[in-house]
């Protein structure tokens, strides 16, 4: 047996002996059906016939994972959406499920809801800027993972304390009197505070905020 002219697909084919066998691999999703001419020979008189070979479409691997976002913003609730996930894969109508899967250092930081990775806890910059996960898609029965780093977004962070240097003054002394320094505790790095006096204290109108001073 020979592949003979005429079949328009004949070089993604071969004979071995008595067989036809394929020689490339065949893709459904790119074209499910070939056609070759096969001769056979009895060693001196020929017979050729053309034969259409379908292709059986088999479920396809994914073969990749998008995140639509991969940051987000520091101090949000858990919970807060990342992104949203999607897959490639050449078969049209799979539905996919998302899981968190061994490899990623981070993945008890986040979760999967539905389609979404969304955080399982309160992120915060100062602390760790940057996680790492292993996000695995399936649809059905074959599998794709995928490391993806996650960003966390320098928000601005609440003020937590105010320190006063001193906080006692002689008496007698004239108005305009330093009574001490004030200060600010807050994770964010570099800020500059301003100071004033605000409802809720009894004598504030004994005092003012001259710059950074009571």
Do not use: C, H, M, W
Request: charged letters at 15%.
């Amino acid at each position: 047996y020979t592949l003979v002219g005429g079949g328009s697909d004949n070089d993604r084919f071969s004979i071995s002996g008595t067989n036809l066998v394929t020689a490339a691999e065949l893709d459904f999703e790119t074209k499910n059906s070939y056609s070759v001419v096969i001769q056979t020979s009895d060693g001196s008189a020929t017979y050729s016939k053309t034969f259409s070979v379908a292709v059986n479409n088999a479920n396809d691997t994914p073969t990749d994972i998008a995140l639509s976002a991969n940051a987000v913003d520091e101090n949000l609730a858990s919970g807060t959406v990342v992104g949203g996930l999607s897959t490639t894969d050449a078969d049209s109508g799979n539905t996919f499920t998302y899981t968190l899967v061994g490899g990623g250092s981070d993945n008890d930081r986040f979760s999967i809801s539905g389609t979404n990775l969304v955080t399982a806890a309160e992120l915060d910059f100062e602390t760790k800027n940057s996680y790492s996960v292993v996000i695995q898609t399936s649809d059905g029965s074959a599998t794709y993972s995928k490391t993806f780093t996650i960003a966390v977004n320098n928000a601005n962070d609440t003020p937590t304390d105010i320190t006063l240097s001193a906080n006692a003054v002689d008496e007698n002394l004239a108005s305009g009197t330093v009574v001490g320094g004030l200060s600010t505790t807050d994770a964010d790095n570099g800020n500059t505070f301003t100071y004033t006096l605000v409802g809720g204290g009894s004598d504030n109108d004994r005092f003012s905020i001259s710059g950074t001073n009571l």
